[in-house]
């Protein structure tokens, strides 16, 4: 069962999707969201503790979020808690994923164009 039932995005968050999807011409925020939180997870470091506002900003259904996937995404977001030596609960959980969503949308929102289309058309091939 999962501990997860909606990602809250903030009004931040629901903007820089806004501009992601026209920039790369992906219409659905799942699947940009799903970039986000594994270009995050790939960073080496905890993400910064942050206390997010939601109000203005979007949910999305966990399940589909992870495309069906509910079980391999909570997964993930527990090995990253036990790597960075966080005491996995359900609420570490509930946790951890606004925060690497989050960041991964501010890294993706940041790039230029040009290579952001290049870094999602590689990662989409590998």
Same mark, same amino acid.
């Given at each position: 069962?999962?501990?997860?039932?909606?990602?809250?995005?903030?009004?931040?968050?629901?903007?820089?999707?806004? $501009?992601?999807?026209?920039?790369?011409? +992906?219409?659905?925020?799942? @699947?940009?969201?799903?970039?986000? %939180?594994?270009?995050?997870?790939?960073?080496?470091?905890?993400?910064?503790?942050?206390? =997010?506002? =939601?109000?203005?900003?979007?949910?999305?259904?966990? !399940?589909? =979020?992870?495309?069906?996937?509910?079980? @391999?995404?909570?997964?993930?977001? @527990?090995? !990253?808690?036990?790597?960075?030596?966080?005491?996995?609960?359900?609420?570490? +959980? !509930?946790? $951890?994923?606004?925060?690497?969503?989050?960041?991964?949308?501010?890294?993706?929102?940041?790039?230029?164009?040009?290579? %952001?289309? @290049?870094?999602?058309?590689?990662?989409?091939?590998?």
């Amino acid at each position: 069962m999962s501990v997860i039932e909606r990602v809250k995005l903030t009004a931040i968050a629901k903007n820089q999707l806004i $501009a992601l999807k026209r920039k790369t011409g +992906i219409e659905h925020n799942n @699947v940009l969201c799903r970039h986000a %939180l594994c270009l995050s997870l790939a960073n080496p470091s905890v993400p910064p503790e942050e206390s =997010f506002n =939601f109000a203005g900003g979007l949910e999305i259904d966990w !399940r589909t =979020f992870t495309g069906g996937n509910e079980a @391999v995404y909570q997964n993930i977001l @527990v090995a !990253r808690l036990l790597r960075d030596q966080i005491q996995v609960t359900p609420n570490s +959980i !509930r946790q $951890a994923l606004p925060l690497h969503v989050h960041r991964g949308l501010s890294y993706l929102a940041s790039r230029r164009e040009d290579d %952001l289309l @290049v870094e999602l058309a590689r990662a989409l091939s590998n």
